[in-house]
């Protein structure tokens, strides 16, 4: 399986500012996803990060709100922008191996204040 | 909408009591997955179900795919304390390009 280092773990941030969030991969992965996570509830995917091409997001989630970078085939980031309050949540990377499974990394906590 | 819905949503038990979460769809799946996480942790997978029918064992739990590939259930006998926590399920169809689509959860409170 996979091993996903997150970070940071946890953070809180003034509402108004940004934090990016890094996800790094043990093995070379194709597609790269990120999840955000209410707490005690399922995941909702934000967009999915391929190498060399832009992001795909998903409805209700846009570039300019959670820019992402995948500048090689073991890392990418998610910045959560122009932060407020509504922004709190979990947010999680994730890879698919073998195609049938998704390993996920620890999250990242955010609380906006 | 969600394309899984998992039930219930709840569950409070004993230890030592038996439960089942249930996770159905009117889609087909190409493979199924259960999930657990526990606070300050990402989703862990536990199993991966993908020709209908199969019923797979780890330990005191037991997953089952329906035959027609759109429904999966996870049963935990003799729950302990240690089974606390959310289970999700996830399911990925033939069109779905990697993206898995997540039930909504149980949240499984095991007390002693």
């Known amino acids: 399986s996979a091993v996903i280092s997150q970070k940071p773990s946890r953070d809180i941030c003034q509402r108004g500012t940004s934090l990016t969030i890094q996800c790094q991969v043990d093995s070379q992965v194709t597609m790269m996803f990120w999840y955000r996570q209410q707490p005690g509830q399922s995941l909702t995917l934000i967009a999915t990060?391929?190498?060399?091409?832009?992001?795909?997001?998903e409805s209700g989630f846009v570039i300019d709100k959670f820019p992402i970078s995948r500048p090689n085939l073991t890392f990418s980031t998610l910045t959560v922008s122009n932060m407020s309050p509504e922004d709190s949540s979990i947010y999680l990377c994730?890879?698919?191996?073998?195609?049938?499974?998704?390993?996920f990394g620890q999250g990242t906590r955010l609380t906006v204040v | 909408t969600q394309l899984l819905e998992q039930s219930p949503q709840f569950l409070s038990i004993q230890e030592g009591e038996n439960l089942t979460v249930y996770c159905n769809s009117s889609s087909v799946f190409s493979s199924l997955q259960w999930y657990r996480q526990e606070p300050g942790e990402g989703p862990v997978l536990l199993v991966t179900v993908v020709t209908g029918g199969e019923v797979k064992k780890l330990k005191r739990l037991t997953f089952q795919f329906g035959d027609a590939r759109k429904d999966s259930s996870l049963h935990i006998t003799a729950a302990q304390p240690g089974d606390t926590g959310l289970y999700l399920c996830a399911g990925l169809t033939t069109d779905s390009w990697g993206k898995f689509q997540f039930g909504a959860g149980t949240q499984v409170v095991v007390t002693p």
């Open positions: 990060a391929n190498q060399g091409s832009e992001a795909t997001y």
């Open positions: 994730s890879v698919i191996q073998g195609n049938t499974e998704a390993f």
